[in-house]
């Protein structure tokens, strides 16, 4: 009997971490880190895996449609600045190069992509969903340019 119940405390230790996971993804999405910028432009840079392109399209349709749904004001503004471009050439890899230009920058506005969907998606389960397609699509995060304004051509 001894032996038995040794086993069945051992399983136990071993199989905590797993669900422990579960838990860590809760208290994260209970106290997200906010994502701001400095600045009048940004220019954000994600290389996406090739066969992932139609879940990243899908994370930034659900962004939009998160901006357009969001009772925060600055939510408005942040979507009337903020353009995705897919580079037309894939890079030497074979992934795809999508940037996003931010202009102008929200001051003190929340730019996080899960945390603006999360917002809109209450369901823990949608939202490891989405994480989940996000995290897939994304092979890295390039690069991140924020500052002011140098020139405006256009005046």
């Known amino acids: 009997m001894r032996r038995l119940s040794g086993f069945l405390v051992a399983g136990a230790?071993?199989?905590?971490?797993?669900?422990?996971?579960?838990?860590?993804?809760?208290?994260?999405?209970e106290a997200?880190?906010?994502?701001?910028?400095?600045?009048?432009?940004?220019?954000?840079?994600?290389?996406?895996n090739a066969d992932k392109a139609a879940d990243?399209?899908?994370?930034?349709?659900?962004?939009?449609?998160?901006?357009?749904?969001?009772?925060?004001?600055?939510?408005?503004?942040?979507?009337?600045?903020?353009?995705?471009?897919?580079?037309?050439?894939?890079?030497?890899?074979?992934?795809?190069?999508?940037?996003?230009?931010?202009?102008p920058v929200v001051p003190d506005a929340d730019y996080s992509v899960t945390n603006i969907v999360y917002a809109a998606i209450k369901d823990p389960t949608e939202q490891r969903a989405f994480y989940d397609q996000y995290r897939g699509a994304v092979k890295a995060v390039l690069f991140l340019i924020q500052g002011p304004l140098a020139v405006d051509m256009s005046k």
């Open 56 to 103: 990243y399209e899908a994370v930034v349709a659900k962004l939009k449609d998160a901006l357009s749904k969001s009772e925060a004001p600055e939510a408005k503004a942040q979507m009337a600045g903020w353009k995705v471009m897919k580079n037309a050439t894939p890079q030497p890899d074979g992934s795809l190069l999508y940037i996003h230009v931010i202009s």
């Open 32 to 48: 997200p880190q906010k994502t701001t910028f400095t600045g009048d432009v940004v220019v954000w840079a994600f290389n996406v």
């Open 13 to 29: 230790i071993m199989l905590l971490p797993a669900f422990s996971q579960g838990i860590a993804f809760a208290q994260t999405a």
